[in-house]
């Protein structure tokens, strides 16, 4: 299931943006066709370099389910998606033109702080980098240290469960991730053989926002069910475990800071747009 073995990856090797060209002394390195074999070959390289950097995403679902799982859904990748420390993120330009892909120079100039994104052009498809954490409608902190001490090149199982819970418009292709995430694992408080539950709700117990946006989405995942082609046993296991988790983010005790924003509500916007970042 180790879709990402860098040692494997290296025997493997063989626009949504404006893009601008960097100079060149020769062709381009040819990216691979295949997504997975192509974030293989990429993770490889950045480790290489010593870049550590992390899968998220689609990929890194597909890279943490059973293959029987994934073949109920048949869900596929459009792009690759990945997060690095800040320390990481002066050398990852040069690594990513070494390896085939073109800068987006304006973008990454204006939001280079907290995101890079690159083009395979050949293949049409985006390198989209979160630099040092996850911003998109909420900030989700990252267990990147821990992910690295496990030596793990996704992220843990909490933080990719999280980085769908923080989606205020979910995509059925978001909801199918979420699910294929619960079928898969139990709720505890592991996050190498199960889902740590209790971190996604010490994480919504300080932020209303948050907990706001993941409590709907738990209904809207759960409510989802109903319409999926799927073993009704392995359904009602993902129903169990959708309902354990929303029952442990409404048991956790709130911060002073959380009672304070629950006050006002809706009223206020609660999350940040994507696009407005």
Request: aromatic share 6%; with cysteine.
């Given at each position: ?61 597909a890279e943490r ?68 954490g996850f911003e ?51 709720v505890t408080g ?88």
């Amino acid at each position: 299931m180790e879709l990402l073995d860098a040692r494997n990856a290296t025997e493997d090797m063989s626009s949504k943006h404006d893009y601008q060209d960097s100079d060149s002394d020769g062709p381009r390195p040819v990216t691979e066709a295949d997504i997975e074999l192509e974030a293989r070959r990429l993770l490889a390289a950045a480790w290489e370099v010593g870049i550590h950097a992390r899968l998220l995403g689609g990929l890194a679902i597909a890279e943490r389910v059973p293959a029987a799982v994934r073949a109920m859904f048949a869900r596929r990748c459009g792009d690759i998606d990945l997060v690095i420390t800040r320390r990481a993120s002066a050398s990852l330009v040069a690594l990513m033109q070494a390896n085939g892909y073109v800068e987006d120079v304006e973008f990454n100039a204006m939001n280079g702080r907290t995101r890079l994104v690159f083009t395979d052009r050949v293949h049409a498809r985006d390198v989209d980098v979160f630099v040092g954490g996850f911003e998109m409608c909420h900030v989700v902190p990252l267990q990147l240290d821990e992910a690295e001490r496990r030596g793990s090149r996704a992220l843990l199982l909490s933080d990719l469960m999280l980085t769908k819970l923080q989606i205020v418009r979910l995509t059925d292709k978001d909801v199918i991730d979420a699910v294929m995430l619960m079928m898969s694992y139990e709720v505890t408080g592991d996050d190498d053989d199960a889902i740590d539950g209790a971190r996604i709700a010490t994480l919504c117990a300080r932020d209303w926002g948050l907990w706001r946006t993941a409590s709907e989405n738990l209904r809207r995942i759960g409510a989802a069910l109903v319409a999926l082609d799927a073993p009704a046993a392995q359904l009602a296991d993902t129903s169990r475990r959708l309902a354990a988790l929303t029952e442990r983010l409404e048991a956790e005790p709130k911060s002073a800071k959380w009672r304070v924003r629950a006050r006002v509500g809706d009223r206020i916007r609660w999350y940040e747009e994507p696009d407005e970042k």
